[in-house]
C-alpha cells in the first residue's frame, strides 16, 4: 500500500499561484500514476490533472489547463500541482491519489489510494 499526504494548501487571492504538493510513502511511487480531484462544499468530486508513472503523459481537466500544471519527481516520491492565475471557483479540498493503472486515467474509481486532502480558499 501507499500513503498520501498533501501539503501546500492555504487562503490566497484571486490572480496569484500555489503550489500542493503530496508526498508518498510505502510502496515504490514510481510505480503508481498520478492524479490530483477537488471537491468544493456540495458538489462532486471532480477530475483535475493526472500523470503517467514516468510523468511523460499528463491529462487535465478543461477547466484548469493552461493555467494549471502536474508534474512528479520520482526521486523525491512527491507529486506537485502548480496552481497560476487562481479564480474563486478553484476553491476547493484538493486530493492527490494513486492508480496502479498502466495509462493516465480521469476516472476516480481507477484510483487505488487517497490522500486526506488540502483546502484552497481563493478570495475575490
Known amino acids: 500500500q501507499v500513503q498520501l499526504v498533501e501539503s501546500g494548501g492555504g487562503l490566497v487571492q484571486a490572480g496569484v499561484s500555489l503550489r500542493l504538493s503530496c508526498a508518498a510513502s510505502g510502496r515504490t511511487f514510481s510505480n503508481y500514476a498520478m492524479g490530483w480531484f477537488r471537491q468544493a462544499p456540495g458538489k462532486e468530486r471532480e477530475f483535475v490533472a493526472a500523470?503517467?508513472?514516468?510523468?511523460?503523459?499528463?491529462a487535465y481537466a478543461d477547466s484548469v489547463k493552461g493555467r494549471f500544471t502536474i508534474s512528479r519527481d520520482n526521486a523525491k516520491n512527491t507529486l506537485y500541482l502548480q496552481m497560476n492565475s487562481l479564480k474563486p471557483e478553484d476553491t476547493a479540498v484538493y486530493y492527490c491519489a494513486a492508480s496502479q493503472r498502466v495509462v493516465v486515467t480521469t476516472y476516480s474509481y481507477d484510483y487505488d489510494y487517497w490522500g486526506q486532502g488540502t483546502q484552497v480558499t481563493v478570495s475575490s
Open positions: 500523470i503517467s508513472r514516468r510523468g511523460r503523459n499528463t
